[in-house]
């Protein structure tokens, strides 16, 4: 059995929605639904949370590491916060896509560049 589908188990037998599931592990209820649909990456910090938050007692760390690791993207490594040149918020995923947003994209690079230390940014609108 997959993660996400096990993950999407487990949820419907506390009879949960996507919803209070979110507010249970700080995630959004689409990446939630992207897990439970097998087109997000699981990493095992993430799995170990929800053992944690569902009382599974590692059940989903295992199958994490069971399963196979998704070609062309490595599982997060551990990092020190000194090896990191930007905090990542726990409740967000680190890793996010954006398509027809080149030139958006530079100017937040190019703002980042230049104002070190946290930050958050939000882009709205259609794509062009």
């Known amino acids: ?20 599931m979110s507010e249970q592990i700080h995630y959004s209820r689409s990446y939630l639904s ?11 910090e993430l799995a170990e949370l929800f053992d944690q938050i569902m009382g599974t ?3 989903l760390a295992e199958l994490v590491a069971a399963e196979p690791q998704p070609q062309g993207r490595k599982e ?11 905090p990542v ?15 958006e994209l530079a100017r937040v690079e190019a703002l980042i560049t230049r104002h070190p230390g946290p930050a958050v940014v939000a882009v709205d609108g259609r794509a062009e």
């Not at 059995?1 to 209070?20: A, D, Y």
């Not at 997060?76 to 930007?86: I, N, W």
């Open 76 to 86: 997060p490594q551990a990092q020190t916060p000194s090896a990191r040149t930007r």
């Open 89 to 103: 918020p726990a409740e967000l995923p680190a890793i996010g896509e954006m398509w027809g947003r080149d030139s």
């Open 57 to 59: 007692q590692g059940e």
């Open 34 to 44: 992207r897990i439970e649909n097998g087109t997000r990456f699981v990493s095992l």
């Open 1 to 20: 059995m997959l993660i996400g589908e096990r993950i999407r188990t487990l949820r419907l037998e506390r009879c949960w929605s996507l919803s209070q």
